[in-house]
């Protein structure tokens, strides 16, 4: 067994950090010897999980303990030359990556296209104006497969033949929410889905700012077209300034809720994007 296949078991096994899993591939050269590394990261935790994890690993390194994923998905781990370089450069990236369909998409220039969950119609129009035009100019549209803005982005750029990618909260055995079952199993078999996550880890909350995080990551610029002030999408928007990402955002009305967190993102430096071009115009030269 190689270095990036126990690292993908050791993530498939659930019981290691995201911490733990870049502590060891940053010592790839040395994995027959990851016992010793895995001592570093264990100050913090508890006699028998310390246990747990050095009996998984050997199980792991002497093939006595084997993980399986399903059939037609796959794993691309951080020692992966397919693992997006821009995903390294960010705080924390995933150790590993659980995808399903096209993973070619990772290495394309990429806007993120992010907002509230109960979207009102001028959130709807202005997604609707905005994102089919980027789709036709071959530029991948992440999101994070959510409700409201997140959805109507995937949905918009599979109905007009482009490309995207769902970053999941969860692991993909999961789907959430759960009225988005058939969008992710159309995005999971046409586009992509990754997920930072095991299969079968279910969705809680302090799971998303991870897939923020990476959503963030991936994308070249990120498109915030709706938000309140206190927002899990100003949440990603800071992520992808802290990663010198470009941000954009759509300005709303001055008295609408929903609009209050990209106004204020427009007055802290943003891009204000009224339409398509605003956007392209903005995409570097060449992609990372």
Request: glycine share 8%; hydrophobic share 40%.
């Amino acid at each position: 067994m190689n270095s990036r296949t126990c690292l993908g078991q050791l993530f498939l096994s659930g019981v290691f950090t995201n911490y733990q899993l870049l502590l060891l591939a940053r010592h790839e050269a040395d994995f027959a010897n990851w016992s010793y590394w895995l001592q570093f990261s264990q100050r913090r935790i508890s006699a028998d999980k310390a246990a747990m994890q050095h009996a998984v690993l050997r199980g792991v390194l002497t093939n006595r303990q084997k993980f399986m994923i399903k059939a037609g998905t796959r794993l691309i781990t951080v020692l992966d030359s397919e693992y997006p370089e821009r995903l390294i450069q960010i705080y924390d990236p995933p150790a590993v990556l659980h995808c399903s369909g096209h993973v070619a998409l990772l290495q394309q220039m990429a806007v993120g296209v992010v907002g509230t969950r109960t979207c009102s119609v001028y959130g709807r129009q202005a997604t609707r104006q905005i994102v089919p035009h980027i789709c036709r100019e071959d530029v991948v549209i992440v999101s994070g497969l959510a409700q409201g803005i997140d959805g109507l982005a995937h949905q918009l750029t599979c109905m007009t033949g482009g490309k995207t990618i769902g970053v999941l909260g969860n692991g993909l055995n999961h789907v959430y929410p759960h009225h988005h079952a058939a969008l992710q199993h159309q995005l999971m078999q046409e586009q992509l889905v990754i997920s930072p996550f095991p299969p079968e880890t279910p969705p809680r909350p302090f799971q998303f700012p991870q897939r923020n995080r990476i959503i963030a990551g991936l994308s070249h610029l990120l498109l915030v077209v709706e938000a309140r002030l206190r927002s899990g999408s100003l949440i990603t928007a800071s992520l992808a300034q802290e990663s010198n990402r470009i941000v954009g955002a759509v300005p709303g009305r001055i008295n609408d809720p929903l609009s209050a967190g990209c106004n204020a993102l427009i007055a802290d430096g943003a891009v204000p994007v009224n339409t398509a071009a605003d956007v392209l115009s903005q995409l570097p030269n060449r992609f990372f």
